[in-house]
């Protein structure tokens, strides 16, 4: 049958590594290195074979090549063959291999090993180990041994009592098993890797009497079969064994009763030995045994059922005058170097708040030595909260298996052996109900053997938040933002969530796996312009809360163009205009806002809103208007608001009366004049009074001006004298001025001819040159001008005469 002992010695190397944890919700990962030895048997008896166990556990990411090398310590006094301690008897399991044997300045033997990195998964803990067998010496006195192993900055150590030969054996039957012990010290433990190390020695005539007739039996245990021993250290001849068995000659005792060595004689009685397979019986026929001679019967017995229990190993003699029995329970040992592999995982040991499955993994695999046998039982209790919803994968050639109706409990039971060419793999699925960020759900499996429970490693899930909240803010004010659209792309750019902040300007994404995303903003909030700026996250997995992530936005603002005009005249744009913009609670934002030479003012970047202008200074010439010029500026608005703003010009009007000089409720039209500014320019002509006498002109600019005639009313003589007057500063009211005429007299001579010598001034100015001066009648005009008919002759005559004289 093959060597079923694997499955067994790891398993029970994780018993002993701390993984004795409670198996459902129990957290069993370690978090540190740690290191344990053990010894057996315990105490040590001569010739005894000890097993040194040493365990090395630590959790994922813990063995590094920087821990240095394991020491294990072996006591010198324990040894008998210190080249026992050798890669043959030196068994450490993976990732740690064997490099050398030293001793130290003691003495005690020092077994070195060093970690094999391409062995070292680094997301799984390690369960690692080392067994060494070795014979123990001939003790002649009790006394005592520390074994201790060091690795990693960490130590254990066992003391262990020796007992000496004081009471050696010198009985006529003695049965010894030579291999480890259970606890009890009662109890041989069979090896399942090594099978040979299982060694029984039974002791015949140490009493070194004449016996007749002697006949040894040994019945083996229940499902336990023979196999080819180790040879006794230090025993010399011929170690050919029939049917498994060997016998060895005491070649003589000293003076204390010890045997002084050993030959193998097998072949002296290959007639004598035989093995009764189906009765499972040892028997050998040593016939007459004299008192010079003492002999040992070897084998070794190996396991065949893993779940074989405790069996009773009984051996017989029967001789003349004698019949003795001697029994030895036995049964497998379960904590050997790790020989086989039955593993625990998890889909996830990260799971996201929004999940509420996950698959759990059993992983059957054989190292090396015996198969899984058939009929072993495993069970799979879940946590809290949780409930298998279906096995999703299993080999029902190799396996049965049931759920319990609660959905609690898996449980398996292997219907053929598992070798290591048919390693096996279990599935199955649970829901969780009602998770909560930070839940760690833990989960382990349960190996039933041989009365025992032995445990996987530990698959442990832990609840995270995997949420992305965004908040959307005015870049400058912090308010929150609704209403703008977002989307999440994974590291493919694959869209993986989209929404719109709500009324409070948040958004909360979907739970997202871990990995690493990116926001984009794909619609700005109204009135506001589009984050161009991505955001990147990471979900880890360890995140408590949802991740917060914060998008400004700027807001649009608008613009407002303010064109200064002339009130009358929009063609005429007004520069050097002043004024100061004023917010919708009146308070001041701009002043000192001028026209530009095109009269325009140009400003950028108002927030929406109730804004007014408020003239501060009129353009030259110009009245000031202090009426506030209200606007509006929209969201999102998209073009330059447009305000035109015109001026009344600061001028004044004069109106001129002409009147008789004798008679001023006389007015006279027809005269014309012109009208000069302060420079004599002339700044317009051919003024004429009209029916009321009366020029009016309107819209003069502040400052000093002046009426001239150019020409007279019909039957008035011509007044050039300037009538001066002067518009002030925002005048209001019109300046009245008065301009008289003296009637042209035809009885006057040229010498009392009036020119327009009167003053001009005004109203109160009456333009009286010469107060005895007479309006000429119409028969004086005839007069007038035949006067100077005759005159203009005369001045003819004269010329012609002079001319005359001159010849």
């Known amino acids: 049958m093959k060597k079923l002992g694997i499955i067994f010695l790891m398993l029970t190397l994780l018993v002993s590594t701390g993984l004795t944890q409670a198996y459902a919700g129990t957290d069993a990962d370690l978090r540190s290195i740690s290191t344990s030895i053990s010894v057996n048997p315990d105490p040590i008896e001569s010739k005894q074979n000890v097993e040194v166990k040493a365990s090395i556990n630590g959790s994922a990411g813990d063995f590094q090549e920087s821990n240095g090398n394991v020491v294990i310590t072996i006591p010198k006094n324990t040894v008998a063959a210190p080249n026992e301690l050798k890669p043959d008897n030196v068994i450490p399991t993976a990732p740690f291999e064997y490099v050398d044997t030293i001793q130290d300045e003691n003495g005690d033997y020092q077994i070195i090993l060093k970690i094999d990195m391409d062995q070292v998964d680094e997301n799984e803990a390690i369960h690692a180990g080392v067994t060494i067998n070795y014979v123990a010496p001939l003790f002649k006195e009790d006394g005592s041994g520390t074994f201790k192993i060091e690795y990693a900055n960490t130590q254990d150590s066992k003391d262990v009592t020796i007992i000496g030969e004081q009471n050696k054996p010198d009985q006529l039957f003695y049965k010894w098993y030579q291999y480890s012990l259970d606890e009890s010290k009662e109890v041989g433990l069979l090896d399942i890797n090594q099978p040979s190390k299982n060694r029984f020695l039974l002791a015949v005539n140490y009493s070194q009497k004449n016996v007749s007739n002697v006949v040894v039996t040994d019945t083996l245990p229940e499902y336990t079969e023979l196999t080819t021993p180790e040879r006794l250290p230090g025993a010399t001849g011929d170690g050919t064994t029939v049917s498994d068995i060997r016998i060895l000659k005491v070649n003589g005792f000293n003076e204390n009763h010890e045997p002084t060595g050993f030959s193998y004689v097998t072949n002296q009685f290959a007639d004598k030995i035989s093995y009764n397979e189906a009765q499972k019986q040892i028997v050998v026929n040593f016939g007459d045994i004299s008192s010079s001679e ?470 109160n100015n009456n333009g009286d040159n010469n107060s005895n001066s007479k309006l000429p009648s119409t028969g004086d005009v005839t007069i007038l001008l035949t006067i100077l008919v005759g005159g203009f002759l005369i001045y003819l005559g004269s010329k012609e005469l002079k001319k005359k004289q001159a010849k």
């Open 294 to 763: 003492a002999y040992l019967v070897e084998y070794a017995i190996k396991s065949t059922n893993l779940d074989m229990g405790t069996q009773i190993n009984t051996a017989n003699l029967k001789a003349d005058g004698y019949d003795l029995t001697r029994e030895f329970p036995v049964k497998p040992l379960l904590a050997s170097a790790t020989s086989f592999s039955l593993k625990k995982s998890v889909n996830k040991s990260k799971i996201n708040i929004g999940e509420n499955h996950l698959e759990y993994k059993l992983e059957f695999g054989v190292k090396s030595g015996v198969s899984i046998p058939a009929g072993v039982k495993i069970t799979d209790p879940v946590p809290d909260k949780m409930t298998i919803t279906e096995v999703t994968s299993i080999n029902s050639e190799y396996f049965d298996y049931t759920v319990s109706e609660d959905g609690k409990i898996l449980e398996l039971t292997t219907k053929k052996e598992i070798t290591a060419d048919t390693p096996q793999t279990v599935t199955f699925a649970v829901d969780i109900d009602s998770l909560a960020v930070g839940d760690e759900y833990t989960n382990v499996g349960i190996l039933h053997i041989s009365g025992e429970e032995l445990y996987t490693n530990s698959a442990t899930t832990v609840v995270y938040d995997g949420r992305v909240q965004i908040i959307k803010v005015d870049k400058e004010t912090k308010e929150r933002l609704p209403g703008a659209t977002f989307e999440i792309l994974d590291s493919d750019g694959n869209k993986v969530f989209e929404g719109t902040t709500d009324e409070n300007g948040e958004l909360m994404s979907i739970p997202l796996e871990i990995g690493q995303y990116t926001i984009v903003e794909t619609k700005a909030p109204e009135g506001y312009e589009i984050s161009g700026e991505t955001k990147s996250i990471t979900i880890t997995g360890d995140e408590k809360e949802p991740v917060i992530v914060q998008v400004d936005n700027t807001l649009i603002t608008g613009s407002v163009e303010l064109t200064k005009t002339d009130e009358k005249d929009e063609a005429i744009l007004l520069a050097g205009a002043e004024f100061k913009l004023l917010d919708s609670d009146g308070n001041v934002i701009q002043e000192n806002i001028v026209t530009d030479a095109n009269g325009k003012i140009l400003i950028n970047n108002l927030k929406p809103g109730e804004y007014s202008f408020v003239e501060t200074k009129a353009p030259a010439g110009y009245l000031l208007d202090e009426t506030p010029i209200h606007f509006t500026i929209d969201k999102a608005q998209g073009e330059v608001l447009n305000l035109s703003v015109t001026n009344k010009k600061d001028t004044g009007s004069v109106l001129l009366t002409k009147v008789d000089k004798d008679d001023q409720k006389t007015v006279l039209s027809g005269a014309e004049f012109k009208l000069l500014d302060a420079n004599g320019k002339e700044i317009e002509t051919n003024l004429v009074t009209n029916e009321d006498g009366e020029i009016m002109v309107k819209d003069l600019a502040p400052g000093k001006y002046a009426f001239v005639e150019t020409k007279a009313p019909k039957g008035y003589k011509l007044d050039e004298t300037p009538v001066e007057f002067t518009i002030e500063k925002e005048q209001v009211e019109m300046i009245k001025v008065m301009k008289v005429n003296k009637k042209d007299s035809s009885n006057e001579t040229d010498n009392d001819k009036d020119y327009g010598n009167g003053n001009g001034n005004n109203t």
